[in-house]
């Protein structure tokens, strides 16, 4: 893509994400949904990667879900080492195991070890007890949310390239 249909495509292509963004919010807004950061999250990772676009997908949804995976595991280690160690080192030896696993593996299995399931780890800390009394819906929104939310932003770039090509066509041709 040359300079200016790249322009139009972002231009066209953030036009759509604000109107996906709106009927996502509004879907879990009408069923009173409070756990939305999970799709969103997601996102946001999505666009603030490197890489092509079909490598970010996989490394945030793999990510994610490892990041999560990783929180339950960290959470049942705390549960079980906190009466014997002690509640400092019950918390710190299953945390620091988990964050060696998602920094230092990192460049061993970076679609799978990234930012994106530190954040998911980070996030679901926050509120250990909704995460902990929440464990199917969390994982079943993160999976099917994330999935359904991403692959639509990803299906929205071939009709935002479109528009962006066709208008620029129609310019040249208004012009000349």
Do not use: Q
């Not at 997601?42 to 929180?71: A, P």
């Not at 990192?106 to 954040?119: I, M, R, S, T």
């Amino acid at each position: 893509m040359n300079e200016t249909v790249t322009k139009r495509f972002l231009l066209y292509f953030r036009l759509m994400m604000v109107v996906w963004i709106l009927i996502a919010n509004a879907f879990f807004h009408a069923i009173e949904f409070e756990y939305s950061w999970l799709v969103f999250l997601s996102n946001i990772m999505l666009f603030t990667m490197e890489g092509d676009i079909k490598d970010r997908f996989i490394s945030v949804e793999l990510g994610g879900l490892v990041g999560m995976v990783l929180t339950v595991l960290a959470m049942l280690a705390i549960g079980a080492l906190t009466p014997v160690l002690g509640g400092m080192l019950g918390l710190l030896l299953p945390l620091g195991v988990v964050l060696f696993i998602l920094i230092i593996l990192h460049p061993y299995a970076p679609k799978v070890l990234n930012n994106v399931g530190f954040a998911y780890l980070t996030v679901a800390c926050i509120d250990s007890a909704a995460f902990a009394a929440n464990l199917p819906l969390f994982f079943g929104v993160y999976i099917v949310g994330s999935l359904v939310f991403n692959g639509g932003c990803v299906l929205l770039m071939k009709p935002a390239r479109y528009l962006a090509a066709r208008s620029i066509k129609n310019d040249v041709k208004a012009d000349a």
